[in-house]
C-alpha cells in the first residue's frame, strides 16, 4: 500500500534546540511538547521528516516528548547515499556496538542520563523510551535506569550480522531481566514479518530473556507503505519502519494502529 508523502526536510521549528550535557559529553535535543517525558530515539539514517511525525503525534496526545540527535543530518529527508554514508559512520562509532559480540553500546549511558534529566523536568512515575531500527534495542537497556518504566522496542536491528543476536553485554541482560520481573515492568516491541533486519530469531530472544514480560507484535508486510524515501527502498529493501517510513497514515490501517497502541501504553504507563 502506497501513502503520499512530503519529499522535503523537516525544519524541526516547533521543537526547542537544547544542548545535553550528560558525563561531560554534549548532544543536541529537540524537545517539543507538556507532560509526562518520553524519550523518541531516532532510527538510520537520523531524524527524518516520519521520525519526527512521530514524535509530534507523541507531543500531541499529552506528552514532553525528547528527540536526541544521535546520527545524521537533523531533519533531513532520507536519500540513498547519504543515507549509506550515515550508517557506515555509525558502524565504526565507538558510540554504538553495530555487530554481535560488541554488548551493550556506549550510547546508553548517555541516553539514561538523558532519562533521569527527563524525569527531574517532568516528574511523574517516570518516563518512556521508545527506540526504532538501529536504536530499538537502545529502549530496552535503557530500563536499568529506574526512570525509564516504558521501554518500547520497534524493529531493533543490532547486531547487524547476528539475526537471533541481542545487542545487550551478558551482565546488563541479567541485571535487565531482574529489573523487569521486580518492577512488572512490559516491554512493548514491534516488527513486520519477513523482515531481514530484525527476524522472528530476534524477537524470539527477547522472549527468551524476559518470558511474558515481552509482547512482540508481528504486522504482516503487505501492509506496509510500498512507497517510503529512497534509502527505505534502496538500502532498507523491505517492509521495517512500522511507525514511520513504512507507516501508511490511514485511519484504521494496521500500522496506524500500531502507533495508537504504543501512545495508549505510554498513557497507561507514564500518567499517575
Known amino acids: 500500500m502506497t501513502t503520499t508523502r512530503t ?8 521543537f526547542a534546540r537544547r544542548v545535553v550535557t550528560v558525563d561531560d559529553v554534549s548532544k543536541t535535543v529537540y524537545v517539543t511538547g507538556t507532560g509526562p517525558g518520553v524519550i523518541l530515539m531516532p532510527e538510520m539514517p537520523g531524524i527524518s521528516p516520519d521520525v519526527a511525525r512521530m514524535a509530534r503525534w507523541v507531543r500531541d496526545a499529552g506528552f514532553r516528548v525528547y528527540l536526541p ?4 543530518v537533523d531533519g533531513a529527508y532520507p536519500t540513498t547515499e547519504a543515507g549509506e554514508a550515515v550508517v557506515r559512520r555509525a558502524c565504526v562509532s565507538a558510540e554504538f556496538r553495530a555487530f554481535a559480540g560488541g554488548g551493550t553500546s556506549p550510547v546508553v549511558a548517555w541516553l539514561r542520563g538523558l532519562a533521569r534529566i527527563a524525569h527531574t523536568e517532568c516528574g511523574g512515575p517516570g518516563i518512556g523510551a521508545v527506540g ?3 536504536t530499538g534495542n537502545f529502549a530496552l537497556t535503557m530500563a536499568l535506569e529506574p526512570a525509564v518504566i516504558a521501554p518500547v522496542v520497534n524493529h531493533p536491528s543490532l547486531p547487524l550480522d547476528d539475526p537471533g543476536g541481542l545487542e545487550i553485554g551478558g551482565e546488563d541482560a541479567v541485571a535487565l531481566a531482574e529489573r523487569i520481573e521486580r518492577d512488572g515492568l512490559t516491554v512493548l516491541a514491534y ?4 523482515d531481514r533486519w530484525c527476524t522472528g530469531q530476534r524477537f524470539a530472544a527477547y522472549r527468551a530473556l524476559l518470558g511474558e514480560a515481552f509482547d512482540g507484535r508481528v504486522l504482516p508486510p503487505d501492509v506496509a507503505n510500498t512507497n517510503p524515501p529512497p534509502f527505505f527502498r534502496d538500502v532498507v529493501g523491505c517492509a521495517h519502519s512500522v511507525v514511520t517510513a513504512h507507516l501508511v497514515d490511514e485511519q484504521g490501517h494496521p500500522t496506524v494502529r ?3 497502541e504504543i501512545i495508549a501504553f505510554l498513557t497507561e504507563r507514564l500518567r499517575e
Open 7 to 14: 519529499r522535503r526536510d523537516d525544519p524541526l521549528d516547533d
Open 191 to 194: 516488527r513486520f514479518d519477513n
Open 69 to 72: 540527535s544521535l546520527f545524521g
Open 258 to 260: 500500531a502507533r495508537d
Open 132 to 134: 526504532l531500527c538501529f
